[in-house]
């Protein structure tokens, strides 16, 4: 195979890719902004306050958590990006919402994926629910405020 063949099926794996992320992230984006908008994400957010609670983060905070933990990172991304940028996440709440989601992202579809390959289904969902709810919870309770801007400051 010549390098322009290589290249060529590399751009349109890569652009069809992009563009199944797309089918997903922007009606995602779009059903978040009317949930925001006719204030049902308030509501939701409200239910879970539990969970806010528990991280000690904002109730704002639960619902891209919820998000990544069900779709992925990659397609939460849009929404963590979009309540970051929308000011909805103090910088506490992304730092524990991105520990949860380092050990707990997409778990429903991962961990179907390592169970086709042969993993124990249950001990691994068990295992990263647990890892990530134990790390985020203590992170929730070391970082304060501070700490949490001190580490996304920009280096000058």
Do not use: Q
């Not at 879970?48 to 919820?66: G, Y």
């Not at 779709?71 to 730092?95: N, P, Q, R």
């Amino acid at each position: 195979m010549d390098i322009m063949a290589y290249l060529k099926d590399s751009f349109l794996g890569s652009l069809n890719s992009i563009l199944s992320m797309a089918k997903i992230i922007i009606p995602l984006m779009i059903i978040m902004e009317i949930l925001k908008d006719s204030n049902i994400l308030e509501r939701i957010s409200k239910r879970l306050n539990p969970i806010s609670k528990f991280f000690n983060i904002s109730n704002e905070a639960v619902f891209p958590l919820m998000i990544g933990l069900i779709f992925g990172l990659v397609y939460g991304a849009g929404v963590i990006i979009e309540s970051t940028e929308g000011k909805d996440l103090s910088k506490k709440d992304l730092y524990v919402l991105i520990i949860f989601l380092v050990a707990c992202h997409a778990i429903f579809e991962d961990t179907l994926v390592f169970a086709a390959v042969g993993a124990n289904l249950w001990l691994l969902f068990i295992t990263r629910l647990t890892v990530a709810t134990v790390t985020a919870y203590f992170a929730s309770k070391v970082i304060d405020k501070s700490l949490a801007n001190s580490l996304f400051e920009k280096d000058k």
